[in-house]
Structures are given as structure tokens and as C-alpha cells.
């Protein structure tokens, strides 16, 4: 199993005061390999409070999140990051791109704290290569700045060269 909630919930409020609000309500759900899952709702239904679940970014009321069958709950934040790091792709509506740094710079990012040179250089071959597939130039890519309208394409792509286990898109 890639990904596994047991029994989520999440409260937003003071613990055991009357006012706040029940986002998630004992949620379960499991992402095999090579799976995937859509949430759908209405606006303000918690499909975003989920997906920030799922992806380590935020912490449930109670339940239980596995990543990789492996329980995260007792994860500090530099754990969580690693694991981040090396096994979630985010797709997020908002590109959140660095505009001090350069397109391909942008998309190296997840890799630059790679020590390793052989795998960094591959990483490095593969982010062009998606940069390419995208219809942007090499060897001078262009800065991080959305070329029409307000999103980047890297934004929309669940791909990287860190090659991530798994993605999330959601807003
Ligand atoms: N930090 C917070 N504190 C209090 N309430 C919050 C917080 N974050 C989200 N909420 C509330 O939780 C509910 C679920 O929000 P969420 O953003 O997960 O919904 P959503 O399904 O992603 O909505 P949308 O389709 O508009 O993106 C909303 O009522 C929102 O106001
Ligand atoms: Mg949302």
C-alpha cells in the first residue's frame, strides 16, 4: 500500500469546546500501487484538509496516517520533510514557483540537497528532458515566470526528476 488513512479526523476549534467545526469524520481509505483516487465535493467539504493529511503537511485530530506502510505519526518535522522529499509529488493550483531561480533550477529543487553527483547528473538530464517534453528550451531556460497567463506548465505536471512514489493535486 502506498498510502493509507485509518480513521481521520480533524477539528478545527479549541479541543472539547462547543464551537469549531467536524472537517473529517473518521475517514479510511487506501492508495494501492499504481492506484488512483479522485476526492470530490463541494467547496469547503475538507477535500484540501485531506490531501494536506495524506501529504504530511498537516496532522490529523485523531487517526492515523501510513506512507509506504510506514506509520508517520511519530515522524519529526526533518523526518517528514525527508519523506516529503523522497516519495510525495505535490501538484498545487497555485504553481509556487521561486522566481529567483531559474525554470530548471525550480525544477531541481527536490534534488539539490542530493550529495550524490552521479544521481544528481541524472536528475539534472531528466528535469530537461521534462522541460524539453514540455516545449521549453535548452540549454538557456527560461526564467520561472509564467510565459502566458498566470500558471506555469510545471505546475501541472505530477512528474519530476526526483521521481516521486506518489502524487497530490488538490487546491
Ligand atoms: N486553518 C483552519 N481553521 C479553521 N477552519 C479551517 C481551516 N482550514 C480550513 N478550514 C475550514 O475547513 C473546511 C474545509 O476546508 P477545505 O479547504 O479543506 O475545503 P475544500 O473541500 O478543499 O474546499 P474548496 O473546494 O473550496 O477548495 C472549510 O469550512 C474551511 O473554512
Ligand atoms: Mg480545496
Do not use: W
Request: with cysteine; net charge neutral; charged share 20%.
Amino acid at each position: 500500500m502506498v498510502a493509507e488513512l485509518q480513521n481521520i479526523s480533524k477539528f478545527y476549534g479549541r479541543p472539547g469546546s462547543d464551537t469549531g467545526s467536524l472537517i473529517l469524520d473518521q475517514v479510511s481509505l487506501a492508495i494501492e500501487e499504481n492506484g488512483s483516487l479522485a476526492v470530490v465535493g463541494p467547496s469547503g467539504s475538507g477535500k484540501s484538509t485531506l490531501l494536506n493529511i495524506l501529504g504530511t503537511l498537516d496532522c490529523p485530530s485523531s487517526g492515523k496516517v501510513f506512507l509506504q506502510g510506514r506509520d508517520v505519526s511519530g515522524l519529526d518535522e526533518a523526518e517528514l520533510a525527508g519523506l516529503r522529499n523522497q516519495f510525495i509529488g505535490f501538484v498545487f493550483q497555485q504553481h509556487h514557483l521561486l522566481p529567483q531561480l531559474t525554470l530548471a533550477e525550480n525544477v531541481l529543487l527536490p534534488v539539490m540537497p542530493v550529495k550524490d553527483k552521479a544521481r544528481r547528473e541524472e536528475a539534472t538530464e531528466r528535469a530537461y528532458e521534462l522541460i524539453d517534453r514540455l516545449g521549453l528550451k535548452k540549454p538557456h531556460p527560461p526564467p520561472a515566470r509564467p510565459a502566458v497567463g498566470g500558471r506555469m506548465p510545471t505546475g501541472c505536471r505530477g512528474e519530476g526528476p526526483g521521481e516521486p512514489a506518489g502524487a497530490f493535486a488538490g487546491r
